[in-house]
């Protein structure tokens, strides 16, 4: 479980509503930022959603590294293209 929580952005936080993201955020662990492999500290970090339409999944990174944002652009670690 991620002590602090995370940022998810308005859209994650939309599709998943508040029981699926908490169950989400319940599944997480601080680990390393998934972006650059570094610890992720004691701030908030980022919640990334891939959203490959066959698998979805969700991983925890710096804000610094990847911005908060549900990506279902196909692509896993899409650019920041079409965020909201
Ligand atoms: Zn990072």
Do not use: F, Y
């Amino acid at each position: 479980m991620l002590p602090h929580g995370a940022v998810a952005d308005r859209r994650t936080q939309a599709k998943l509503g508040g029981e699926a993201l908490s169950a989400v955020l319940a599944a997480l662990w601080p680990d390393d930022c998934r972006s650059c492999g570094i610890s992720l500290g004691s701030g908030k970090p980022a919640l990334a959603i891939d959203d490959l339409h066959v698998l979805t999944r969700a991983s925890v990174h710096h804000r610094a590294c990847r911005a908060p944002r549900w990506n279902d652009s196909l692509t896993p670690c899409g650019d920041a293209r079409g965020m909201e």
